[in-house]
Protein backbone atom coordinates (compact mmCIF):
# COMPACT_ATOMS: atom_id res chain seq x y z
CA UNK A 1 0.00 0.00 0.00
CA UNK A 2 1.27 3.27 -0.83
CA UNK A 3 1.52 5.63 2.45
CA UNK A 4 1.44 9.55 2.00
CA UNK A 5 2.37 11.33 5.21
CA UNK A 6 3.01 15.01 6.49
CA UNK A 7 4.35 16.87 9.60
CA UNK A 8 1.29 19.18 10.77
CA UNK A 9 2.95 22.91 9.41
CA UNK A 10 3.19 21.14 5.84
CA UNK A 11 7.41 21.57 5.43
CA UNK A 12 7.78 17.99 5.47
CA UNK A 13 5.87 15.59 3.27
CA UNK A 14 6.84 11.85 2.51
CA UNK A 15 5.42 8.87 0.69
CA UNK A 16 6.76 5.12 0.77
CA UNK A 17 5.45 1.74 0.78
CA UNK A 18 4.23 -0.07 3.09
CA UNK A 19 3.71 -4.55 3.37
CA UNK A 20 2.38 -3.79 6.74
CA UNK A 21 -0.01 -0.33 6.78
CA UNK A 22 -2.31 -1.66 9.61
CA UNK A 23 -2.21 0.25 12.36
CA UNK A 24 -2.11 -2.20 14.91
CA UNK A 25 0.89 -1.58 17.24
CA UNK A 26 0.29 0.96 20.15
CA UNK A 27 4.01 1.47 21.56
CA UNK A 28 4.14 2.66 25.56
CA UNK A 29 7.89 2.84 26.05
CA UNK A 30 9.32 6.20 27.11
CA UNK A 31 10.42 6.95 23.94
CA UNK A 32 7.84 6.75 21.60
CA UNK A 33 5.43 7.85 24.83
CA UNK A 34 7.01 11.07 24.86
CA UNK A 35 7.89 12.19 21.72
CA UNK A 36 5.36 10.87 19.37
CA UNK A 37 2.52 9.57 21.86
CA UNK A 38 -0.86 11.50 22.09
CA UNK A 39 -3.07 8.56 23.79
CA UNK A 40 0.29 7.47 26.34
CA UNK A 41 1.61 5.04 23.11
CA UNK A 42 2.74 5.59 19.33
CA UNK A 43 1.70 3.62 16.57
CA UNK A 44 4.08 2.45 14.47
CA UNK A 45 3.64 1.27 11.11
CA UNK A 46 6.02 -0.72 8.67
CA UNK A 47 7.12 0.42 5.19
CA UNK A 48 10.17 -0.41 2.73
CA UNK A 49 12.90 2.21 3.43
CA UNK A 50 14.23 2.00 -0.70
CA UNK A 51 10.63 3.90 -1.33
CA UNK A 52 10.57 6.68 1.25
CA UNK A 53 10.79 9.46 -0.49
CA UNK A 54 10.75 13.31 1.08
CA UNK A 55 10.49 16.69 0.36
CA UNK A 56 11.11 19.50 2.89
CA UNK A 57 14.09 17.33 3.91
CA UNK A 58 15.61 20.91 4.88
CA UNK A 59 13.24 20.88 7.61
CA UNK A 60 14.28 17.78 9.31
CA UNK A 61 16.05 16.78 12.57
CA UNK A 62 16.79 13.86 13.92
CA UNK A 63 16.55 12.84 17.19
CA UNK A 64 18.74 9.95 18.79
CA UNK A 65 17.42 8.65 22.84
CA UNK A 66 19.44 7.79 25.10
CA UNK A 67 18.71 4.41 26.00
CA UNK A 68 18.06 4.18 30.49
CA UNK A 69 20.02 0.67 30.65
CA UNK A 70 23.02 1.77 29.14
CA UNK A 71 22.78 5.69 28.83
CA UNK A 72 24.12 5.26 25.21
CA UNK A 73 22.41 6.96 22.23
CA UNK A 74 19.92 4.53 20.21
CA UNK A 75 20.74 3.32 17.06
CA UNK A 76 17.71 4.26 16.05
CA UNK A 77 16.42 7.58 14.07
CA UNK A 78 13.43 9.57 14.84
CA UNK A 79 12.61 12.00 12.41
CA UNK A 80 10.74 14.77 13.01
CA UNK A 81 10.14 18.71 11.66
CA UNK A 82 12.18 21.02 13.25
CA UNK A 83 9.19 23.90 12.67
CA UNK A 84 6.11 22.10 14.06
CA UNK A 85 7.83 19.50 16.02
CA UNK A 86 5.66 16.50 14.63
CA UNK A 87 6.63 13.04 14.97
CA UNK A 88 7.17 11.61 11.30
CA UNK A 89 9.37 8.28 10.98
CA UNK A 90 11.90 5.86 12.81
CA UNK A 91 14.68 4.24 10.98
CA UNK A 92 17.32 1.66 12.33
CA UNK A 93 20.44 0.90 10.83
CA UNK A 94 20.55 -2.29 11.75
CA UNK A 95 17.75 -3.50 9.94
CA UNK A 96 18.24 -0.86 6.90
CA UNK A 97 15.28 -2.55 4.84
CA UNK A 98 12.70 -1.02 7.45
CA UNK A 99 11.33 2.69 7.75
CA UNK A 100 8.80 2.93 10.93
CA UNK A 101 6.44 5.39 10.08
CA UNK A 102 4.35 6.79 13.13
CA UNK A 103 0.43 6.34 12.09
CA UNK A 104 -0.18 9.93 13.21
CA UNK A 105 1.65 11.59 10.47
CA UNK A 106 0.19 9.26 8.15
CA UNK A 107 -2.64 11.41 5.28
CA UNK A 108 -3.65 8.22 3.27
CA UNK A 109 -7.09 6.51 5.04
CA UNK A 110 -5.63 3.92 7.43
CA UNK A 111 -7.58 0.11 7.45
CA UNK A 112 -8.84 -0.65 10.55
CA UNK A 113 -6.94 -3.28 12.70
CA UNK A 114 -9.14 -6.56 13.63
CA UNK A 115 -6.56 -6.80 16.97
CA UNK A 116 -4.76 -4.22 18.56
CA UNK A 117 -1.32 -5.19 20.07
CA UNK A 118 0.09 -3.07 23.68
CA UNK A 119 3.57 -3.26 24.00
CA UNK A 120 5.82 -1.78 26.15
CA UNK A 121 3.53 -1.51 29.02
CA UNK A 122 6.18 -1.97 31.42
CA UNK A 123 6.83 1.26 30.69
CA UNK A 124 3.79 3.44 30.45
CA UNK A 125 2.89 6.28 32.55
CA UNK A 126 0.37 5.41 35.34
CA UNK A 127 -2.67 7.64 34.26
CA UNK A 128 -2.97 5.59 30.56
CA UNK A 129 -5.70 3.40 30.89
CA UNK A 130 -5.07 -0.38 28.46
CA UNK A 131 -7.73 -2.24 27.48
CA UNK A 132 -8.31 -5.79 28.97
CA UNK A 133 -6.81 -8.76 26.73
CA UNK A 134 -9.06 -10.16 24.67
CA UNK A 135 -9.90 -11.35 21.17
CA UNK A 136 -9.08 -7.88 19.81
CA UNK A 137 -6.77 -6.88 22.27
CA UNK A 138 -3.33 -8.04 23.39
CA UNK A 139 -0.85 -7.16 25.91
CA UNK A 140 2.72 -7.22 26.58
CA UNK A 141 4.94 -5.44 29.26
CA UNK A 142 7.96 -5.79 26.58
CA UNK A 143 7.65 -7.06 23.07
CA UNK A 144 5.77 -9.90 21.44
CA UNK A 145 7.54 -12.38 19.61
CA UNK A 146 5.70 -11.95 16.71
CA UNK A 147 6.81 -9.51 13.74
CA UNK A 148 4.89 -7.09 12.12
CA UNK A 149 4.97 -8.83 8.52
CA UNK A 150 4.16 -12.22 10.72
CA UNK A 151 0.90 -10.28 12.67
CA UNK A 152 -0.14 -8.94 8.99
CA UNK A 153 0.33 -12.45 7.54
CA UNK A 154 -1.47 -13.80 10.20
CA UNK A 155 -4.64 -11.62 9.92
CA UNK A 156 -4.26 -11.64 5.88
CA UNK A 157 -3.10 -8.65 5.16
CA UNK A 158 -0.35 -9.25 3.24
CA UNK A 159 0.74 -6.67 0.36
CA UNK A 160 -1.92 -4.87 -1.35
CA UNK A 161 -4.85 -7.13 0.70
CA UNK A 162 -5.21 -4.15 3.19
Do not use: Q
Not at 99 to 113: E, G, K, N, Q, R
Not at 119 to 145: D, T
Request: charge should be negative; aromatic fraction near 8%; glycine fraction near 12%.
Amino acid sequence: MRLEGSCHCGAVRFALNAGSPVPYLRCYCSICRKTAGGGGYAINLGGDAASLEVTGEEHLSVYRARTRSHGEPSEARRHFCRRCGSALWVFDPRWPDLVHPFASAIDTPLPTPPERVHIMLGSKAGWVEVPRPGPEESCFEAYPEESLSEWHARHGLGEGEA
